[in-house]
């Protein structure tokens, strides 16, 4: 990578990071202060927690097209301005619903399809994986430290002052994007990060990307049901006061963090996806119901969620990376589209139940119905086929002929390593399915005008 779009990657990185941080570091506190907005109910109190994904899921694409029409950092701008708003209602409102409306505006603020058509726009195709892979990073490592922050911040400042910080760092986040994410002198649309509108139907009737798109909506349905609880466990009947509730997350991410790392390199290196993957959704379903029984000991609830967040971290790797080898080469951005969308509405329907079953069945019918969700999925992903070692690998043809197409595709598949090829002629672009440990490199090289 370029200095240029080292930069790149780190700015836009850093966008990322600061809007997950606004959006989860009320995740591990707002359930122990919801008593204090007017109208709150066990309910109401999951939905303040989980609407943000309703409107992003329903947005985030939208977003994306507008950026394409009226250019990415206007869209940008808008949409980190409205996440500042809703961050203001909410720190504002001494209701219930207020705080429900703030987040809604919150998750409206959906720039994500905006910032990775930016970041496509940034970056050149053979480089572009390694830009992604930055960004991911920076995206889950923001979120251990929001867990870590929020109960640390609620000390200091509450949770209308963490709504604050909030937004503050959205207002950062138009200053980092003014003066430090670099400009494209060229914006077009990429079909590996953003949706093609026409290849959603042969998306969505892909059985195989259909599993994977419930299985990120089932996690993030149960991450968000089990803190509609689980800080209430841990102050009422683990007995641990909640400005001690860090204490715990912050080894609990730490080492689960370190721990996911040998389970991701058996994963790839040695071709053992399927098998870890599932194994991993065993231990969220198995934890979940360790909780059914231990949420009253401080002890088993470290346990089980060093346990939990270590099969989390597992999947939140896992998964786009099964995405990205199950998608047609052309039609890498629709899957992520349709797969992010379901993770963020995943999110609503976790408050939503999460509050729903805590008002009617208590501590033991939340973690009972997470334990049910990952076992559902258990189902699903136990029966999935075993993916195809495949990476999806771009190269830039410059000018292409329609004519020239098929004698392309021809020669490209040809190469050591390259399974597929689809090159569209008005991009100018070869999307590739490819083998990274046998694949011909220089063959490769010959094709692309970048090199």
């Not at 505006?105 to 994500?112: H, P």
């Not at 597929?420 to 999307?431: F, K, Q, R």
Request: aromatic share 12%.
């Amino acid at each position: 990578m370029t200095a240029f779009e080292k930069r790149a990657a780190l700015s836009l990185a850093s966008i990322y990071a600061m809007r997950m941080l606004g959006l989860f570091m009320i995740l591990p506190v707002f359930v122990l202060y919801a008593d204090q907005f007017t109208g709150a109910t066990p309910v109401l109190t999951g939905i303040a927690i989980g609407v943000y994904g309703l409107t992003q899921a329903v947005l985030q694409i939208p977003f994306g097209m507008l950026s394409d029409r009226f250019g990415r950092k206007p869209v940008i701008y808008a949409g980190l301005l409205i996440f500042a708003v809703g961050s203001v209602v909410a720190a504002m409102s001494e209701s219930i619903y207020g705080v429900i409306l703030g987040r809604a505006l919150q998750g409206s603020g959906a720039i994500a399809a905006a910032l990775m058509a930016l970041t496509a726009d940034l970056t050149r195709e053979d480089h572009r994986t390694k830009a992604m892979a930055v960004i991911g990073m920076t995206i889950g490592f923001s979120f251990a430290l929001s867990m870590i922050l929020g109960p640390l911040l609620n000390q200091w400042v509450g949770v209308s002052g963490i709504f604050w910080i909030t937004a503050f760092l959205a207002l950062l986040g138009i200053v980092l994007v003014k003066v430090w994410v670099p400009s494209p002198t060229v914006s077009k649309f990429h079909r590996d990060t953003e949706p093609v509108p026409s290849q959603f139907r042969s998306v969505l009737s892909n059985k195989q990307l259909l599993r994977l798109d419930f299985g990120v909506l089932a996690l993030h349905m149960i991450l968000t049901a089990t803190f509609v609880v689980l800080p209430l466990a841990l102050r009422d009947h683990a007995h641990l006061e909640s400005v001690k509730h860090w204490y715990v997350y912050l080894p609990v991410l730490l080492l689960s963090m370190g721990a996911m790392v040998p389970f991701i390199i058996v994963a790839e290196s040695k071709r053992r996806m399927k098998q870890v993957f599932v194994s991993a959704v065993l231990v969220v379903c198995l934890s979940e119901a360790a909780l059914v029984w231990f949420y009253d000991s401080l002890t088993a609830i470290i346990v089980v969620l060093f346990a939990f967040f270590t099969a989390f971290n597992v999947l939140e790797a896992s998964l786009p990376s099964l995405v990205a080898k199950i998608s047609p080469p052309d039609r890498k951005g629709t899957s992520m589209g349709v797969y992010s969308s379901s993770q963020f509405f995943g999110a609503f329907l976790g408050g939503m139940i999460g509050g729903w079953v805590f008002e009617h069945y208590s501590f033991v019918g939340v973690f009972s119905f997470c334990s049910f969700v990952a076992a559902t999925w258990f189902l699903f992903a136990a029966t999935m086929q075993n993916p195809r070692y495949l990476s999806t690998h771009m190269i830039n043809l410059g000018k292409v002929n329609e004519s020239d197409v098929s004698q392309l595709v021809v020669r490209l598949t040809q190469i050591t390593g390259v399974a597929e090829a689809v090159v569209i002629a008005e991009d100018g672009i070869a999307y590739l399915k490819v083998d990274l440990n046998a694949m011909d490199r220089e063959a490769l090289n010959k094709f692309s005008v970048d090199t």
